[in-house]
């Protein structure tokens, strides 16, 4: 399987993403493809992918998120693969709304499983697909922003952009 590589410029830094047919199959604020092909699972990692320059409506809804416009982010189709609860649980992220973050306990409850709150912030850690696959909308029980794969500097400024 081929994949195309779109790194974008965004006020957080360089954001990257692998796609496939039109689906994200990874996606964060790095300029190295390295650091997002090791999230993607072994039965859908690409054998080559090349750079382009747009990707259609996935780059459209980078633009409208940084424009104020979070919406269409979360109708950009994505693939992962992964376990039966994991795989709920990231569509659960992406009917979190933005500007309304939720906590780790309440996540595992969204998700079916009040108990699961490790699962869930499982989930969280072995997303993907930032930004399409909300996970910085999920913060600790304390109100603090908890961890983020591609740093707290990068969280905070996509919640303080979401809250507005």
């Not at 108990?115 to 909300?134: D, E, G, I, T």
């Amino acid at each position: 399987m081929k994949a195309q590589l779109l790194t974008m410029s965004t006020p957080d830094g360089p954001f990257t993403i692998l796609a496939s047919d039109g689906l994200v199959l990874s996606s964060g604020w790095t300029a190295d493809p390295a650091e997002l092909t090791e999230q993607v699972h072994p039965a859908l990692l690409p054998d080559a992918y090349e750079p382009v320059g747009a990707l259609g409506d996935i780059s459209l809804a980078v633009e409208a998120y940084y424009d104020g416009d979070p919406r269409p982010a979360m109708d950009v189709p994505v693939r992962q693969r992964s376990g039966p609860f994991r795989a709920h649980a990231w569509d659960v992220l992406r009917q979190v709304k933005p500007g309304f973050p939720v906590t780790y306990t309440e996540y595992a409850a969204l998700a079916g499983n009040p108990k699961a709150v490790r699962a869930a912030a499982s989930a969280c850690a072995f997303n993907a697909a930032a930004l399409f696959v909300p996970c910085h909308r999920v913060i600790r029980t304390n109100g603090s922003l908890g961890g983020f794969r591609w740093g707290l500097r990068v969280k905070e400024s996509l919640l303080a952009r979401e809250a507005v």
